[in-house]
């Protein structure tokens, strides 16, 4: 036993003289950081930072930088989570890049608002320790007025399903993106009221939505008001889960709507969305599938109380499903505010403090025409946006199809590559509806017979072949 002992400490001695001798383990002891701003506009833009590790390996690092300019902020951040706090922002490391190897880079982004011009921050600092390297990145002599489109270099068409090839996904600047880090496209259809056409979701339509459709996901519309989740919160949340299963079961990502309508203060259902959003959270942590939408359409009341309503939500979702994508209603029936006679400026000024967000933006083609273009079109450059919910008609849900504004709205959204899901994938006897009254009561929801004016107009444009890239 003395032996052992003696030996012990020897071995101990000589750990600690080597802790002595050698330099300190996961310090950061140089950095280089490149600075580029990809796009700017009036107001704002979109930059990137690829920060080089030229020190020792650390794990759960964190990027500090100074603004020079005190009107520059950053609003939305990836690759990392991004705070500012004066005019200091912090980069903390994101799950899947906490570690950061001697040599290795991470790319951390954002869309910043500002007041003039967009000068370079100063002072980078990886752990604390300076970044003496390069600061210096192109920056555009003409800034554009839209960021350029981000297509991927011709890549073979991907096999696979919509979540198969795309995997968890994240908000990335004003785009989508998937487990590649490159902006995506979700194109699909919503339910109708799960409370009356729930007779229109089972194997056979699902199947159709999968393969005939080739739709990348399933809106579920849950109304909380007539008829709906308030009057058996169990048994809506289980009709939500089981959607979500069954679209998981197809690759298809599931969009969870809370759809709020009137009351149009969203506040009015605050404690509902909570327990609502805490169980399906929890419920579908581990999915890949689910993107949360916390208020379907917001109205009556200001962009403050539906911020201050998202602001108390999303920590509810945060808390069970850290990595979700959580989309935001907006002001005017989901408008960006234009349909009270505001726009998304209000947003941009004073946005949802939360990271891995969108805001949504309905429209109805019949009603909504070329001003709300202009307002998305411009928008879409600064914030990120994913269409919840349109309609191929009035915004009564009935009437005639309006092809020419559908198809100038479906090719806006393609050239921003913005999501969309229709309203609705369903039998209702409205204009709106893919399918003609009674579809539901049979099992064929394939043939180009059952379908209606608006769903063979949404099914020739969701069809198409996604280019998801995989690299
Ligand atoms: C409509 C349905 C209609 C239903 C009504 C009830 O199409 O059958 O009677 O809701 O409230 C929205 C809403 C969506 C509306 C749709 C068409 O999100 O719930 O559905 N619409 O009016 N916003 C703009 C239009």
């Not at 140089?30 to 506009?41: A, E, N």
């Not at 005019?87 to 991470?106: I, K, M």
């Not at 790319?107 to 970044?131: E, H, I, M, Q, R």
């Not at 509810?316 to 234009?338: F, H």
Request: with cysteine; proline share 6%.
């Amino acid at each position: 036993m003395k032996r052992l002992l003696a030996l012990l400490a020897t071995c101990a001695t000589g750990l600690s003289l080597a802790a002595l001798s050698t330099p300190q383990a996961a310090a950061a002891t140089g950095c280089k950081v490149d600075y580029t701003i990809t796009s700017q506009w009036q107001g704002g833009f979109q930059a990137g930072v690829k920060v080089t590790n030229l020190g020792d390996s650390v794990t759960g690092w964190k990027l500090t930088f100074d603004w020079p300019d005190a009107g520059q902020k950053v609003v939305q951040g990836w690759g990392a989570t991004l705070s500012q706090s004066g005019s200091t922002v912090t980069a903390s490391a994101a799950d899947w890049n906490r570690t950061l190897a001697t040599g290795a880079a991470a790319d951390v982004g954002f869309v910043g608002s500002s007041t003039g011009a967009n000068p370079k921050p100063t002072a980078f600092k990886l752990n604390g320790v300076a970044c003496t390297g390069s600061v210096e990145g192109p920056t555009p002599t003409n800034p554009p007025t839209t960021p350029p489109p981000t297509d991927p270099p011709t890549n073979p068409p991907a096999t696979g399903t919509p979540v198969g090839i795309n995997g968890q996904l994240r908000v990335c600047g004003v785009n989508l993106c998937n487990q590649y880090n490159r902006p995506i496209q979700l194109r699909g259809m919503s339910t109708h009221g799960l409370q009356w056409f729930s007779k229109c979701y089972n194997t056979a339509s699902l199947d159709a939505l999968a393969k005939d459709w080739k739709s990348d996901l399933l809106r579920t519309a849950m109304y909380v008001q007539e008829d709906g989740y308030e009057t058996d919160p169990a048994g809506f949340t289980s009709k939500v889960n089981n959607l979500v299963d069954m679209a998981e079961a197809r690759g298809m990502y599931a969009m969870i709507d809370f759809h709020t309508l009137t009351p149009g203060d969203p506040t009015h259902n605050l404690a509902r969305a909570k327990t609502f959003f805490a169980s399906v959270a929890a419920r579908n942590a581990d999915k890949k599938n689910v993107i949360y939408e916390i208020t379907n359409e917001p109205n009556g009341v200001s962009w403050a109380t539906i911020k201050s309503y998202a602001e108390q939500v999303i920590p509810v979702i945060r808390a069970a499903d850290p990595d979700a994508v959580v989309i935001v209603g907006t002001r005017g029936w989901s408008s960006l505010g234009v349909s009270e006679s505001s726009n998304e400026s209000e947003i941009v000024n004073n946005p949802v403090n939360a990271t891995n967000i969108m805001y949504a933006f309905h429209f109805y083609a019949a009603s909504h025409t070329d001003s709300y273009r202009t307002v998305v079109n411009r928008a879409a450059t600064q914030l990120p946006l994913f269409v919840t919910e349109f309609g191929t008609v009035s915004y009564t849900g009935g009437g005639a199809v309006d092809r020419a504004s559908t198809t100038a709205w479906l090719d806006l959204l393609d050239r921003h590559k913005i999501g969309y899901a229709n309203w609705t994938y369903s039998d209702a006897d409205e204009g709106s509806a893919a399918f003609k009254p009674g579809t539901c009561n049979g099992t064929d929801y394939s043939s180009s017979s059952v379908l209606t004016e608006s769903g063979a107009l949404l099914k020739s444009r969701i069809s198409t072949p996604d280019s998801f890239p995989t690299s």
